[in-house]
């Protein structure tokens, strides 16, 4: 099986300082590199490891704080270690735009854009290299640009039901351009692809950008050619200095900031076949009541998918039901498999619906998913996706 891209933390800290492009949100870091020092082709693996590193710093925080907006997680002081009030805005939709956890999120997150964007031009612009190494280095920016882009179409919004991002201290782009912005970097992705894993993670993450924005067509032509149960998934890598977001926040060995939503339970409880793919374990209250954690990430090292094959089936699968054709319940039923669970009779959307909230599980899919059925849970004037914050709209003359 076809491995994920290996993310080695070099430093704690990683940080790239005079280019007239830096976001200028971002805090200046403790550890510095000079910039000339990295106009070098012996430069361009460590500054491929930086992006990568700095995506992995996003991709799980973001996915836990998806999910803590969505119904997925819950912030209940009853659990002793509860105690960060940033994350109980996050957990209600009322988000101060100066919610610091949502602010260190932003950052990272346009820090790994930054990145990504600042490697094509160093790289571009160096006389002597490797045409692997470039290759490489190419085909990493662009996939990580991409990615930082749909995050910010699909998670962020300038008002409560608007969703989009902030490019450069430039204007507003609303979801439907940045999600076009994100696939213009995919596009480039897939022209450094060096082998059919590469393409087809890149085809997966397509397909999940058309899938969001609508388009079920463009959504099922780029699924067609994503990953398979074969390829195992594309992963984000941490370890002991670098952990998993989802160990500390969400896991009784890290520090429990949110518990799961008690249905998750109740669907084990039903069916125990469902252990298999919600694997909880119970922690105690203050007040005495039980509640339930995840332990799908036990580990500080534990890997987070940003891109699973199974995610890419049920893309499929949810095309087929819509557009006919195909055959979904097939589809459905692999991904059952294995997890070892038993068959489904039929599959139409609410089934999806389902099966969507309990394969992908943590996986920042809920929020995206409840928002286009219609299903959000908490009241029309609550934050619906993180807001644009207030560091950035201070200093943005392009934005309220």
């Known amino acids: 099986m076809r491995k994920s891209l290996l993310l080695i933390l070099l430093f704690s800290v990683f940080s790239i300082f005079a ?9 200046p870091l403790i550890n510095q590199v000079e910039d000339d020092r990295l106009d070098d082709a012996s430069q361009v693996d460590f500054l491929i490891k930086g992006v990568l ?24 002081q ?22 610091n956890s949502v602010d260190g999120l932003n950052i990272n997150m346009n820090e790994g854009r930054f990145f ?18 470039l290759r490489r280095a190419l085909y990493t920016s662009y996939l990580v640009g991409g990615l930082m882009r749909q995050y910010m179409g699909s ?22 351009q940045m999600y076009a912005l994100a696939l213009e970097k995919y596009d480039l992705a897939l ?23 609508g388009d079920f067509a463009a959504a099922g032509a780029a699924a067609a050619l994503g990953l398979r149960a074969a390829d195992g998934n594309f992963d984000a890598l941490y370890n002991i200095d670098n952990n998993n977001e989802y160990f500390f926040a969400t896991h009784d060995d890290g520090r429990i900031q949110f518990i799961v939503d008690d249905r998750y339970q109740g669907y084990v409880v039903a069916d125990p076949e469902e252990a298999a793919r919600l694997p909880l374990l119970p922690t105690e209250g203050t007040s005495g009541k039980i509640w339930y954690y995840q332990n799908k990430f036990p580990l500080k090292e534990s890997p987070f998918p940003v891109a699973s094959w199974q995610e890419n089936e049920l893309m499929l699968a949810e095309v ?11 589809r459905v039923n692999d991904i059952r498999a294995s997890f070892g669970m038993s068959p489904l009779a039929a599959v139409d959307l609410d089934v999806l619906y389902s099966e969507r909230e309990r394969t992908l599980w943590l996986q920042g ?12 849970h908490l009241a029309a004037d609550k934050w619906h996706h993180f807001p644009i914050t207030e560091r950035e709209r201070s200093i943005n003359p392009n934005i309220d």
């Not at 087929?320 to 097939?330: A, F």
């Open 78 to 99: 009853d659990l002793p270690r509860a105690t960060f009030p940033s994350f109980d805005e996050i957990n209600r939709g009322e988000i101060s735009l100066d919610n």
């Open 53 to 76: 590193h700095q995506m992995s710093k996003t991709a799980d925080r973001m996915a836990v704080y998806a999910g803590a907006l969505s119904d997925e997680l819950v912030f209940d």
């Open 155 to 176: 998670y962020w919004g300038i008002t409560e039901n608007e969703p989009g991002g902030v490019l450069d201290v430039g204007p507003f782009v609303p979801q439907a």
């Open 116 to 133: 990504a964007d600042d490697l094509v031009d160093r790289t571009m612009e160096l006389s002597e290299i490797d045409a692997e190494l």
């Open 19 to 27: 280019c007239s492009g830096f976001v200028e949100e971002v805090d």
């Open 191 to 213: 022209g450094q692809a060096a082998d059919d894993f590469e393409t087809r993670v890149v085809q997966t993450l397509i397909a999940r950008v058309h899938f969001y924005g």
């Open 365 to 376: 899919f809920r929020l995206l998913d409840q928002l286009r059925f219609d299903r959000f």
């Open 320 to 330: 087929e039901v819509r557009n006919g054709g195909g055959d979904p319940l097939t």
